[in-house]
């Protein structure tokens, strides 16, 4: 078993590496140009249509499989039902459901593009992005209270 002091930096290395993979893996320029791409006729709607969805399931399973080992890390150093685990658990949760709906927004965008433009479908988008990111800052704000959980347990261990 781990020293208190050990699970506390080890912890801390956890959700540093879960920050720094979440932040990675939030890039959507990438999808962006893609998608300036299309609209500008300089790619297929087949092509930009597979891009999307490979890339951003791509994403959603690198996502996951962080999250997933970051959970059963702190399940390991902490037991099942401490904070760090809730939280971390609700982190899981949320950006699988932020991946989720940024799948369905760059569908919505594709299929937006073959229609002459209206305001519902505008609307829609608006509200699938403002929804996403929504869920982006609930993510970082679950990540700061990881965070700061942990620093007070080292700034403990680093005082006494």
């Not at 006729?41 to 690198?62: P, R």
Request: proline share 1%; net charge negative; with cysteine.
């Amino acid at each position: 078993m781990y020293s208190p002091e050990e699970r506390a930096t080890k912890a801390q290395l956890l959700v540093q590496f879960q920050t720094q993979q979440i932040s990675r893996l939030r890039c959507y320029l990438v999808l962006e140009d893609k998608f300036r791409d299309f609209v500008d006729g300089q790619c297929s709607s087949d092509e930009f249509y597979s891009f999307c969805v490979y890339s951003t399931a791509e994403k959603y399973t690198l996502v996951t499989r962080n999250i997933d080992y970051i959970v059963d890390n702190m399940i390991n150093l902490f037991g099942e039902e401490t904070y760090f685990v809730r939280h971390a658990r609700q982190v899981q949760l949320l950006e699988q459901t932020r991946w989720t709906k940024t799948l369905a927004l760059y569908i919505a965008r594709l299929r937006a593009s073959y229609e002459e433009s209206c305001d519902i479908v505008k609307q829609q988008l608006d509200e699938m992005e403002t929804e996403s990111d929504d869920l982006g800052d609930r993510v970082n704000t679950l990540l700061e209270y990881i965070q700061t959980d942990i620093d007070s347990i080292v700034d403990g261990y680093n005082s006494s």
